[in-house]
């Protein structure tokens, strides 16, 4: 989110929608390579390492990279040569350039990967995340610089933004390059220790290639198919709104609007949920250990753990959001659209409960071996989504508004139909009082205090630009507190659960000096 700030100051909404729509194309392609093998490489090392099969373990690595490598090229390839098509279908052909210059990073993620899969397998979420890190630093750093460059240099061109769009996606290839480069390095580095497992294993059972590749195919196909079904509401809504404007004779702002939708709305629901992503990810190893060992209490815990987590961090994200829209906005784009972009946010900002909640739960779906189950869900809601969405637009002609309510009721779907199978399959019970009505109470008070907090200080000193940031600011750090002791105080966490979090065990012991936590 942080430097697609400055890019979209630099080149606007429509260089922004050029930019979100080259995305939506590539994601489809991408999830081979950062979602379904990085799950599918850790589920199936997290299996054979519970069972003491480190050489098996290792092997699922070495073939999986060289599945990644074939299927990389073939992705990048298709994303490139198909992004003139792309064009056409979206009604605007500059959206070709930055989906040709984003089409080689699928490679280098599709490698990528495979080692993230690895470590994640052996639980461990560190050489990922460090990876990450420096992945998104250097993205960040090039994606503004680059934008800024080939603005200026192509500030004549009849489009300019579309080669703004075209710098940002090139942040996005340098950054997997920097990151691949450190797993690389981190792997090395632990490459003596991972042999000295390979020698101590003294397991004799040995998969032959065509085995793995059929539990290889097994696991992660069904991870692409709901993902890519999850993805393709994307390609599909700018499809649809492409087409929705130009019958109504405003095709020239087709990408001014997409910006707002997929840049400001989607980028500021999906921070908090990209949360649940990684929670999501990193619960289905642990999920599939005890799955796997029929500890069936234990994985009953974890689900429940995984969901309650989420939740007192969605709800919260999305009550703030709601309240904030406008001075979050201001605040973030101060030199583009307002009033539309904040009425987006409002609107929509329910939608951060309900992706967090499908996601993880999909995540528990997948590790407790219902691997299609999700697909079944995100294509049903797929289906209901475009029903939805066409009246939106075509009956009612609500615009942006249609695209948001129509993301809610899709993420809805889900919802439902996930919780109805994760209670089937998993014979999970759902607790309602702390995992979701509490969390909502103490959210519900936290926003009323956030709303006091910002008009008191902007009446106080008047809006400016500066009294903007520091009434954010001041009201998100207010409301932070009070979400906290509304939470303890009603009851919504524990002890152990608020020594969970990060920094909580100071937290705890505070609140017990205060008798506000209990033992």
Known sequence: MLYKIPMTNMIGDKGMGYYSSAYELYNIALLISSYSIPVGVSKLVSARLSKDEAKNAHNVFRRSFFIAFVVGIIASLFVFFFSTVWGKITGDMEVARPVKVLAPTIFVFAIMGVFRGYFQGMRTMVPTAVSQLVEQVINAFVSVFASYLLMR?????????????????????????????ILIIIYMMNRKAIHKRLHEDRSRKSEDFMSFLGVFCITVIPVILSQTVYQASGIVDNTIYARFMDKIGESSKTYFNWGIYSNKYRQLTNLPVAIATALGTSIVPELSAVHAAKNYQSEKDKIAAGIKFNMIIAIPCAIGMCVLAKPIIQLLYPGTEIELSSKALMLGSMAIVFFAYSTITNGILQGIDRMFVPVHNAFVSLVLHVIILLLLLNVFDLGVSGLVIGNITYALTVCIM???????????????LTTFLVPLGSACGMGIVTYLVYSGVINILGFRTITNIIAVLLSVMISVVVYLL?????GGVNESELKAFPGGRKVAVLFKRIRLLKN
Do not use: D
């Open 153 to 181: 240099e192509h500030n004549a061109a009849a489009t300019p933004e579309s080669w703004g769009a075209a710098g940002g996606t090139l942040g996005s290839l340098s950054g997997a390059i920097a990151g691949f480069v």
């Open 418 to 432: 996930n919780a109805y199978y994760v209670r089937k399959h998993a014979h999970y019970r759902q607790e309602f």
């Open 486 to 490: 509304l939470m303890v105080f009603l």
